[in-house]
């Protein structure tokens, strides 16, 4: 046989490879190495300000302390009067200047009057000059130090190609004001080198730094991105998966075994499909809890996947349920697969507490497509026939579904229909099991009026599907938690039509159609879809109108919760003549009311309302 490749049901499938979370990557990635850039130009620009403000800060303070310990040791308070110091004494004071500047990239140092004339310079010429009172010499005149570049300094007789620095610092008396100003002027080059070497290696530091933070941030988003990609691939397959048994869950199998179905309807290939039921299950939970009814349920499922590994799929079908489909199958390789399922079972017991050592063995039923059905639902519906045979010949068999005689195939379109009933109560949350209240209501009714057993039976079947057209109505409608509108109510009308038109093909059901259509008429014809009155609703659907009237409010409803049954049985009697039938609604409450065996909603009547009340 073939390998075929594995089909995942469109609704499964993605829409299209993911890319924006790359694109997203790249601009969130993007907009980080944006700010690490902004980050390290602002973070060189603000250090080497505060550098730069710090290196002249340190050479001023420098300066700073070795002319204070020259003036302390040298210079005489005459020396800075008005007169200013003798030729000897200025020429012995500017040969102690010239040393001190000698080594130190000092170009020029002098000691000057308030108003700006030398009275001392290394440079003797330069004595009693009067050069142009600059805004650093003010500054220093007002007792600031100061500090600035030239880019000339050939006013005080110093040739140099590079910048210059110029040092303005006050000499202060003992009330603090100033007395003169000693001028500096070094060679900046170093200086400056100094600080573009400086800039540089922080540059150098910080763009480093931001190339590592950027490769370690690549690293981290790609790694973020892969983690993500892979938490979003696994919450879609956990959709897909039941939780336990990590298998392909109900959805998931039924949504793939319709495209296989499709699949081999267009290639005229076959199907197999199997039905695993575990024997005994809710006696083990019962029995034992759910612990050892959840490791009952692992070990069948380690057989089933093992069975039905080869070209097969395997998923849990329900709470004790497995279902294994394998395309291009017959009923012989099915057989051949449970076979091996109940071989490797037959070696498997189990022990809890105290207990003996129990057997775990499996029931199964066997169909394949197109043998035994024509479509998904009657697919699973023949296998669940089988199962069921099995389970009723003691369990631990395996029964092939049959096909053939008229009323079987009655049956089994029967049991699809009711396979479509349990699907409508489980989408309709707040009416589960409505459909079978109505039956056993309108049963109830339909044997006090004295029908016949025939009716009885077909009254049943009715009540069953009467709200089988709801699975064609959108789920915003059916679980609405409020009023509907007027659109939407006119669309929820339309279920009973659907369900006419879903069993429209099922033979010998005239009279239940006619349930199903006209069970939301009204005695006075202001019902739907006909606007039907009187006696003209046929009997069925008057039968029907006062079950499911009841049923719809002694159940929880979106929009309300359920009435108590005395509640219900009194707005019921309100109904009566209006918009049910007046003897059906007397019969009805008459008969919830005194008869033992009446069918109830889950508490005790009381006898609040009284036919005789209203009736003429």
């Given at each position: 046989?073939?390998?075929?490749?594995?089909?995942?049901?469109?609704?499964?499938?993605?829409?299209?490879?993911?890319?924006?979370?790359?694109?997203?990557?790249?601009?969130?990635?993007?907009?980080?190495?944006?700010?690490?850039?902004?980050?390290?130009?602002?973070?060189?620009?603000?250090?080497?300000?505060?550098?730069?403000?710090?290196?002249?800060?340190?050479?001023?303070?420098?300066?700073?302390?070795?002319?204070?310990?020259?003036?302390?040791?040298?210079?005489?308070?005459?020396?800075?009067?008005?007169?200013?110091?003798?030729?000897?004494?200025?020429?012995?004071?500017?040969?102690?200047?010239?040393?001190?500047?000698?080594?130190?990239?000092?170009?020029?140092?002098?000691?000057?009057?308030?108003?700006?004339?030398?009275?001392?310079?290394?440079?003797?010429?330069?004595?009693?000059?009067?050069?142009?009172?600059?805004?650093?010499?003010?500054?220093?005149?007002?007792?600031?130090?100061?500090?600035?570049?030239?880019?000339?300094?050939?006013?005080?007789?110093?040739?140099?190609?590079?910048?210059?620095?110029?040092?303005?610092?006050?000499?202060?008396?003992?009330?603090?004001?100033?007395?003169?100003?000693?001028?500096?002027?070094?060679?900046?080059?170093?200086?400056?080198?100094?600080?573009?070497?400086?800039?540089?290696?922080?540059?150098?530091?910080?763009?480093?730094?931001?190339?590592?933070?950027?490769?370690?941030?690549?690293?981290?988003?790609?790694?973020?991105?892969?983690?993500?990609?892979?938490?979003?691939?696994?919450?879609?397959?956990?959709?897909?998966?039941?939780?336990?048994?990590?298998?392909?869950?109900?959805?998931?199998?039924?949504?793939?075994?319709?495209?296989?179905?499709?699949?081999?309807?267009?290639?005229?290939?076959?199907?197999?499909?199997?039905?695993?039921?575990?024997?005994?299950?809710?006696?083990?939970?019962?029995?034992?809890?759910?612990?050892?009814?959840?490791?009952?349920?692992?070990?069948?499922?380690?057989?089933?996947?093992?069975?039905?590994?080869?070209?097969?799929?395997?998923?849990?079908?329900?709470?004790?349920?497995?279902?294994?489909?394998?395309?291009?199958?017959?009923?012989?390789?099915?057989?051949?697969?449970?076979?091996?399922?109940?071989?490797?079972?037959?070696?498997?017991?189990?022990?809890?507490?105290?207990?003996?050592?129990?057997?775990?063995?499996?029931?199964?039923?066997?169909?394949?497509?197109?043998?035994?059905?024509?479509?998904?639902?009657?697919?699973?519906?023949?296998?669940?026939?089988?199962?069921?045979?099995?389970?009723?010949?003691?369990?631990?068999?395996?029964?092939?579904?049959?096909?053939?005689?008229?009323?079987?195939?009655?049956?089994?379109?029967?049991?699809?229909?009711?396979?479509?009933?349990?699907?409508?109560?489980?989408?309709?949350?707040?009416?589960?099991?409505?459909?079978?209240?109505?039956?056993?209501?309108?049963?109830?009714?339909?044997?006090?009026?004295?029908?016949?057993?025939?009716?009885?039976?077909?009254?049943?079947?009715?009540?069953?599907?009467?709200?089988?057209?709801?699975?064609?109505?959108?789920?915003?409608?059916?679980?609405?938690?409020?009023?509907?509108?007027?659109?939407?109510?006119?669309?929820?009308?339309?279920?009973?039509?659907?369900?006419?038109?879903?069993?429209?093909?099922?033979?010998?059901?005239?009279?239940?159609?006619?349930?199903?259509?006209?069970?939301?008429?009204?005695?006075?014809?202001?019902?739907?879809?006909?606007?039907?009155?009187?006696?003209?609703?046929?009997?069925?659907?008057?039968?029907?109108?006062?079950?499911?009237?009841?049923?719809?409010?002694?159940?929880?409803?979106?929009?309300?919760?359920a009435l108590s049954t005395a509640e219900a049985l009194k707005r019921l009697g309100d109904a009566a003549g209006s918009q049910l039938q007046e003897e059906l609604v007397v019969a009805f409450i008459?008969?919830?009311?005194?008869?033992?065996?009446?069918?109830?909603?889950?508490?005790?009547?009381?006898?609040?309302?009284?036919?005789?009340?209203?009736?003429?």
């Amino acid at each position: 046989m073939s390998k075929r490749r594995p089909i995942t049901p469109r609704w499964l499938k993605p829409r299209g490879r993911a890319t924006s979370s790359p694109r997203l990557l790249g601009l969130v990635y993007g907009a980080f190495l944006l700010l690490v850039g902004v980050t390290a130009s602002a973070l060189v620009v603000v250090t080497s300000a505060n550098l730069s403000a710090a290196t002249l800060n340190a050479v001023v303070g420098r300066d700073a302390s070795l002319i204070e310990l020259f003036l302390n040791s040298n210079l005489r308070a005459e020396d800075i009067d008005a007169d200013g110091p003798t030729d000897a004494r200025a020429t012995e004071l500017g040969a102690q200047l010239a040393a001190l500047a000698t080594g130190d990239d000092i170009l020029r140092i002098e000691v000057r009057g308030l108003d700006g004339v030398v009275l001392v310079s290394d440079l003797p010429t330069r004595r009693g000059e009067r050069p142009p009172v600059s805004t650093a010499l003010e500054a220093a005149a007002a007792g600031e130090p100061s500090v600035a570049l030239a880019d000339d300094a050939s006013a005080v007789g110093i040739a140099i190609s590079n910048q210059a620095m110029e040092e303005y610092l006050p000499i202060l008396g003992s009330d603090g004001g100033a007395l003169a100003v000693v001028a500096i002027w070094r060679d900046a080059a170093p200086l400056l080198a100094t600080l573009d070497a400086t800039r540089r290696d922080v540059m150098i530091v910080v763009l480093a730094a931001a190339l590592v933070l950027a490769a370690l941030l690549f690293v981290v988003f790609r790694s973020a991105q892969a983690r993500l990609t892979r938490q979003q691939r696994q919450l879609v397959e956990s959709t897909r998966r039941d939780a336990l048994t990590e298998m392909l869950n109900h959805g998931a199998v039924v949504g793939l075994l319709a495209e296989e179905v499709e699949t081999a309807r267009a290639a005229g290939t076959t199907i197999g499909v199997a039905l695993v039921d575990i024997d005994n299950f809710r006696l083990f939970n019962a029995t034992h809890g759910h612990d050892a009814a959840d490791h009952v349920l692992l070990r069948v499922a380690d057989q089933v996947r093992a069975a039905g590994q080869d070209g097969g799929r395997v998923a849990r079908y329900g709470p004790d349920e497995f279902l294994i489909v394998r395309p291009g199958a017959g009923v012989s390789e099915m057989e051949v697969i449970i076979e091996r399922l109940r071989s490797g079972l037959a070696d498997i017991s189990v022990q809890f507490g105290e207990s003996e050592r129990l057997p775990v063995s499996v029931s199964a039923g066997i169909c394949a497509y197109p043998e035994h059905a024509a479509s998904v639902t009657e697919l699973l519906t023949a296998a669940a026939v089988a199962v069921e045979e099995a389970k009723a010949g003691g369990g631990d068999l395996v029964r092939v579904a049959e096909v053939g005689e008229e009323d079987r195939v009655v049956v089994s379109r029967f049991d699809v229909l009711q396979g479509l009933v349990i699907a409508v109560d489980t989408k309709d949350h707040y009416t589960k099991r409505h459909s079978e209240d109505v039956a056993r209501y309108a049963v109830f009714l339909a044997r006090r009026m004295g029908l016949d057993e025939e009716t009885l039976r077909t009254i049943h079947l009715a009540g069953l599907l009467h709200d089988i057209g709801k699975i064609g109505i959108p789920d915003v409608i059916l679980r609405k938690p409020s009023k509907l509108t007027a659109d939407e109510y006119g669309m929820f009308q339309q279920h009973v039509a659907l369900g006419d038109a879903i069993v429209r093909d099922v033979p010998n059901v005239d009279l239940v159609r006619a349930g199903i259509r006209n069970h939301h008429e009204r005695w006075d014809g202001n019902g739907y879809l006909e606007g039907l009155d009187g006696d003209a609703i046929p009997m069925i659907g008057r039968v029907l109108a006062v079950a499911d009237a009841f049923s719809a409010m002694t159940t929880t409803r979106p929009y309300r919760k359920a009435l108590s049954t005395a509640e219900a049985l009194k707005r019921l009697g309100d109904a009566a003549g209006s918009q049910l039938q007046e003897e059906l609604v007397v019969a009805f409450i008459t008969g919830i009311e005194t008869e033992a065996d009446a069918p109830l909603p889950g508490e005790e009547p009381t006898s609040i309302w009284q036919p005789e009340l209203w009736v003429a």
